[in-house]
């Protein structure tokens, strides 16, 4: 079998401004009287394999359910979209992103992976990894915020499908996701897709307890963003003085994590030439993690341009995957003719496969 090589390219958006941005945004939270701080802040190196720990716990479903919807559709997904390009926004550790791979892979479509997330560690690693797993797959890697750089994704050199897994989505307020949503949806050509992973509304106390795991990984992923704090902003937390925090919010229907103060106190943040006074008990708001029903999702995608193609759940109905096109893309052809057109694709675009999955 004929290897064919890979190629790899990083396209670096963040620069020194973002440290202002950080100070931006503390300054800007803290000043609130609820004080509040955007979840991104999490993701240092320490707070991404606290991440990585939170998906394995036995309480945190959302990871393992939406690989479990993956693994039973990546196939149709595929089919349904005939996508040569993947772009997988918040890219993360790529073990779902593979299934897709896979799928396109198998098809004979895959041609372009460009993984988006703001640790250049990871979009390096997955980089390097995929591009000696894909055999001439050309991976874009770009490294940002995609709230503020999504400008930077390449023009799409054929049909593509673009991922937003996990439940990120859940992070943004409902204004802000529509507006979110409709830069994504701008970006779709007509036979381009939106997959889209939101964690569902449930039992109150199965959510309760995905942010609440027994081990305590939550709770250090939430403290750990003061960690980030006193590094970046040369600001003197002490953690110990502060508790992790999650409930759901039944009428907003969104988890909320907080970091609560135990006591009194002053804390100093130099690089601001700050000092932020926290009360016994008052709390600062870290994380918002809103939940779906299938008519909410149908509803952010028409306000922001999209309909929702297909809806594929879990037998529990715990976790979604939508599959979104621009609200005035063609009507949705069955799974049958799409597969007899994917076929076609697939023999036109063999040159960019390697074969080890066909
Ligand atoms: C990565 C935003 C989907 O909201 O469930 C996990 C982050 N926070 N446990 C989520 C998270 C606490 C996660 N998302």
Redesign the pocket.
Known sequence: MTQIRSTVSIDSRLEVDDEDALAFDVLDGFARAFKELP?KY?YDAEGSRL?EE?CKQPE?Y?TRTERGILERHAEEIVALTSASELVELGSGVPTKTRLLLDAMAAAGTLDRYVPFDVSEGVVRASAEQLMEEYDGLRVHGIIGDYERHLDAVPPSEGSRIVVFL???I??FLPGSRRRFLRSIARELGPDDRLLLGT?LVKDPAVLHA??NDAAGV?AA??LNVLAVLNRELAADFDLSAFEHV?FFDTEREW?E?RLRSRCEQRVSIERLETVVAFGAGEELRT?L?AKFTHKRISADAAASGMRVERFFTDPDESFALSLCAPADGSAPATLESLKARTATAGSRRQRCLGGQLG
């Open positions: 979840p999490f991440f939170i945190y959302p996990g439940g990120t859940g992070n964690d995905a942010y939550t992923f939430n999650a988890i994590m994380e993690s």
